[in-house]
């Protein structure tokens, strides 16, 4: 593969300069891009703070023109602000075409690409707008009582979908009108809640007249149907909706149930509703998994979408399936293809697929044939992609990254040559000394072989001596490729002067479905062996310092902390946990998707029943009718605490409903209690993730700090920024 980068002449602060303004408030605060310089050309947290981040990507329908969105951090205003950019598809022409105190968001081409359409917030209240691909004549076009959380514009431009909420639950009010000032929530059933949210309204698909300018005739496709929700949470978006190529049907997906039935299953369907008679029609009936993200062929002959085989399970293999629209068969595209697809776009031709897959510790995009299943590399590379945007001209538009550099936007030809269209932050990555990444491939105790990644410090001398990190992944099976994260960023960790070790270890996507699914009623098994596998490897090596090694991790990652804890045998000289399960269970009561904690905890590929509906608490510590559930509760990590000995820090956001922060605080408290140094922060406006910036840059203030203290016992403890 031939990979060249395109270097734009223009730089981005005359870019900024010549932007087009937004339609700001009068005093409101515009987020532009830092005046960052570093001193001593080392990656740290002020450089991590001032970086670009590049999201979504989309091709006009002529085939001209890009359009994709920066957003930049204020720790001041301790937000970030997201606006648009325009450029051809040779990387030329930049243009900034919003400048705005708030995010455009959710946007895409209108016609030919004279038009882009885009949501933003009025009274705090997303709504719809429409302006020029310059981003003149800005025109709000909803202005619904709660909002739209995203639309999708049917093919001729007559017809819209737009996801608005309506009512779930019922507040004190509606059961004692006499209580006004009451608060409390009366909760019957389970689901009611997710993520950081309670469960008051859920999302469903209005479809409605566009012309251009105004919505108007809007419908609510599901009002028969108000407890079931579309998209579904958390994580649903309009990539859950495909509009017909003649505009006269929209496919959406749908988990059509409720209460214990809903926390229990991840079978979801695709439902074609017809526009003409409001009929609709179950595509995926009998198909037990998660259906998603329809896409109809360019002629609408056929139907791709995304599916899972088993209920229960949210990571199974990603299936790529297509269905025949005229005879409803379907077809397994992938049924000779181990591994999981991540996204699927039709080639223009329609007689291929472009999608997206972790295979062998990196993110290809791939392509498969309709006809024959023959899947190819299309791009690939020590990096990972993350967007499809098929052009016009048969070429793709692309988001890249790796560890050592956020997302840009690539262009791959119809010849297969890679560029880089964008340079966001080429300039300051430009003027720092980055660190280096090393592939390793280390035997487990299982006669197996495990891919590696090893992050060097810059300018790194073998004949030294280094702190390591132990990263463990969460998920837990979510891949260990070439990602870049704003919080557990290699680059950052490795400029700091530590060695970071990163196993993919079982229970992770990339190396086919035995690999993936062992994990399943193993927590605290084979994937904790090869964790330490990685880190005995690695102690070979004369530049890693044996009596400096850390482990560190978040949510399943935060467990494989809690866990190694008690199980180390003198590995570690310090430990951190974010957002981690330590009484497994608590966790099986406390998370709110009993499918999650009964195919992990109770092993679900072997247990699970044919309907969940049938035994919906298989995974449960009380079934003591089920052997790897009872072995699975058995090796929770609070059940070692009387082995602990190594200093630990706990993190952990008390909006976090999936993983509680009761748990963190168990954690610190047991390790109190035996006497162990430890430290805890709770963040009480943060959920699974720390997001916002002020929070974002203490939280890695205090990484450092806690790890320097342990492993740089030479070094005055401090602040690593």
Known sequence: MNIKHIMISTAMAAMVASCATGAGGEGETIIDKPDYKTTDGIFNIDALEALGRVSEVKVSPNGKKVLFAISYESVELNKSNADLYTMNLDGSDLKRITRTPS??????????????????????????????????????????????????????????????????????????????????????????????????????????????????????????????????RPFGGVESFAWAPDSKSLVYTSRKKEGVNYAISTNSDLFLYNLADKTTRNLTEGMMGYDTAPAFSPDGSKLAFLSMERDGYESDKNRIFVLDMTTGEKTDLTSGWDYTADAIAWHPSGASLYFIAAKDGVTPIFSIDAATKEVKVVADGVCDYAALAPAADGSLVTLRHSMLYPNEVFRVDASGEVAQISNVNTELLASLRMPT???????????????????????????????????????????????????????????????????????????????????????????????????????QYPYIDPARIGATGASYGGFSVYWLAGNHQKRFAALLAHAGIFNMEAQYLETEETWFANWDMGGGAVNAPANTADAPDYGAFWRKDNAIAQRTFALSPHKFVDNWDTPIMISHGELDYRILSSQGEMAFNAAKLRGIPAEMVIYPDENHWILKPQNAIMWQRLFFRWFDRWLKPQQKNGSAS
Request: charged content about 25%.
């Open 437 to 539: 990444v090393e592939k390793k491939m280390v035997p487990t105790t299982d006669g197996k072989e495990m891919l590696v990644w090893a992050v060097y410090p810059p300018d790194f001398d073998s004949t030294k001596t280094y702190p390591s990190l132990l990263y463990c992944q969460g998920g837990p099976q979510q891949a260990v490729s070439q990602f870049w994260s704003y919080r557990w960023n290699f680059a950052l960790m490795a400029s700091n002067g530590y060695v970071i070790i990163a196993p993919n270890r079982r229970g992770l996507p990339g190396f086919g479905t035995e690999w993936n699914a062992q994990i399943s009623g193993d927590y605290g098994g084979q994937n904790m062996r090869d964790y330490l596998a990685a880190v005995d490897y690695m102690k």
């Open 103 to 232: 995010s455009e968001g959710g946007f895409a081409w209108l016609g030919e690409g004279d038009k882009i359409a885009f949501t933003y917030p009025v009274d705090g209240k997303p709504q719809m707008w429409v302006m020029n691909a310059d981003g003149s004549g800005r025109t709000q076009v909803t202005s619904l009582e709660k909002g739209i959380e995203g639309f999708l514009v049917s093919p001729d431009g007559s017809k819209i979908v737009l996801v608005s909420t309506v009512k779930y639950s019922r507040d004190a009010q509606e059961i004692y009108p006499d209580l006004p000032k009451a608060t409390g929530r009366v909760i019957d059933d389970l689901m009611y809640k997710h993520w950081d949210e309670w469960i008051t309204e859920i999302p469903h698909p209005f479809i409605g007249d566009f012309d251009g300018a105004k919505v108007t005739n809007l419908e609510d496709i599901m009002a028969d149907e108000l407890r079931y929700e579309s998209p579904m």
